[in-house]
């Protein structure tokens, strides 16, 4: 499973790029909240200023890709042209206007006579981001590393490293005319080095994978950094017995086919017996109208769903317009098969009944877990975080649609007047563990 | 680095052992804080109950270990006797008091008419804890799980497996009569056993390793799950120019003394070229009385300190009463040994000029800066945590002393009246984003 041979040791050239950023990071972190606003502003400036040598970057990225023979769909997420670049630099005008995620005290405690604790948010220091090549994920990015405070070593896909390095060098101008220095951000353009970025513990203190689960899995393996990602989106929406059938309806197509690519789209879905005959005879001409194919279990089947569901597909994530269907007793079988195949993404119960509603919100340890309504809205901008790292599917926090408040950590600051612990030890003196007002 | 062939494939036991504790968490977390309460009680009820058992395995336990050689210190940590399960069981009665961590609401907000989000504390679900032959371990971490409505799974040193297999039994009757399954706590005995727990991925939600640097770093190589620990803790007091020189000593002393062998307690101590002759004139005779073997860099040799530390002394945790010292010429100077040296734990500084204290206490990056006080305060307990898993030197969060808290997460629920994503993607609706009370 794991195997350190592909991974190589960083370049020296590599550690002291990583070095510089940190040193960078660690300045950045002591600039005012105003500070880092401004050189946002500064940073979609630069972007505007620099556009058409980033569009005609990408251009060149393009037919590189184009002779290479790339699919349409990659190409399509490859391709910048001034209306996306300009997208993407409203989005960090936009990461420029949330509030500030740094020095929140959380705590506040006497610990004795003028021996007083805080809990201070900071920034976590460095971010190691890799993504496949989308170019916008360098602004995005970029933008939330420096409104937190942090510094980030970027690693885009290859086929876009022109584009890449147009927007880099564009958002270092815009930085170099701030009060932050610029090599809070960096560039790494080669396999070898974003491999070797997974090494670098000590320099950098989260890895943000962005792309397939295979990436996200492969990294998980060969670092000791945490990593802020999800593998799976394996999401279920079950209908009640109690369920308004019409609202079923549109809250199942909603989950599968308002974006069916994204880790919140359902791949299965549960139907209590008692409502799966009736359900499925609205279900089946609305599914086929969406162009959704439906393989069912036994019972589904019966019921006229005319592909049949294998053992395998209640763990499959199709991420397309496939969709599992099973008919299930109780709400403790609908409970017990999330458990068994979810990825605790995001789950959903479509019923009238408030109580079995309750049960289900409280049993699923998923993330997410919604009554009535689509597992489309889990997502850091329906959240109202205004901007998102990703989703992640781990069990500890950061969990779910990650905003800027996943980019920080915080520090305890003790400040006292000689006070030692000998004297609490002794009995001396004792603890007052008062909390005074944040 | 990493070697997957030392960890082998979990055995088809071990899966269902783990899956009956991961299926008796999902049911303990939703049980009321009074019945959780209640269960301590009735977990330190049946091991008083039990206590002539424990402590005469314990017994056992020691007179092998004796005849195989273990240390003296080993032995002692080994030791369990009447006093030390009382206090124990005392433990366990204070962790039922300390608060209740769960069903917290963190985040509520109106997202839309009828379509509501918050954010609630619940539990992690199963925590795996690897520990070394301290069996009150057993005890303190059950108590820290079944309060924080999570499941355990638990390896000790084996060198303690009667004892700790005695206490579990008590733990299990005790829950038995409790609200709470008594499949929420298991142990394991064998080392294949607990190499395989890193495997656990799905069914352990975070790792918990107590024991040495060594331990903790082979389990973050060896595993996807996430690892609570902290590997180093080279801890660093600077005494400033301006620092009144008698607390100066007084919380050198006690950093370096108090318990030498913890994480918090100093290794290196930096003093700003113009204090240092004065400085060294007390500190010297004053370790001395303490039995501190000092190491000192060419300039502190030249002020008195006869021994030399080398290269390596600044990156060496001694855990024991050896104490490298070095003359810097300026604060930044000091600055740049901790963020070269230091392994973000926790550091201090000791100055009477508040300027210089905010500038450290705002530039260094460890879960602890302090500030004319000891470090030996980083702590749980003295934080005022009423307990604490452990001390994590991760930039993550969980950060610093870990407490009941560390050992949550959060799940966001949603509630809405047939809410889609598409309206709101079409501009048909609009988020109105509006935050509720708490």
Redesign the interface.
Known sequence: ??N?QVVPEPSSSLVDNARSVRRAA?DL??VSDEQRRAALYLMADSLKANSERIVSANQQDLNTAQSAGLTPALLARLKLDEKKLLLGIEGIRQVAELPDPLGLRQLH?E?DNE?V?ERIT?P??VLGVIFEARPDAVMQISALAIRSGNGAILKGGSEANLTNQAIMKALQEGLHNSEINENSLALLTTRNESLALMRLDGLV??IIPRGSNELVRFI???T?I?VLGHADGICHLYVDAAA?L??AL??A??SKT?YPAACNAIETLLLHKEIAATFLQLAIPAFKDKEVFLLGDKASQALGIQGAAVDDDWSKEYLDLTLSVRVVSTLQEALEHI?KFGSRHTEAIVTEDKKT?ETF???V??????????T???DGF???FGAEVGIST????P???VGLEGLV??????????????E??SGERQ?S?KDLSL
């Open positions: 499973m794991k350190s660690n972190a002591q405690r610990l021996l604790l900071v976590l220091g203190d989260l998980q393996d060969n000791r945490p308004d019409n609202k549109r809250v197509i909603d308002q458990r509603a919100l409280r049993s340890d998923s993330s997410g877990v919604y009554h009535n309504c689509s489309r809205f889990a329906r959240y109202g781990q069990t500890l926090p969990r779910g649609p950590t915080y520090r305890y600051r003790l400040r006292g007047n000689g006070h030692v612990a000998a609490f030890s603890f563990h």
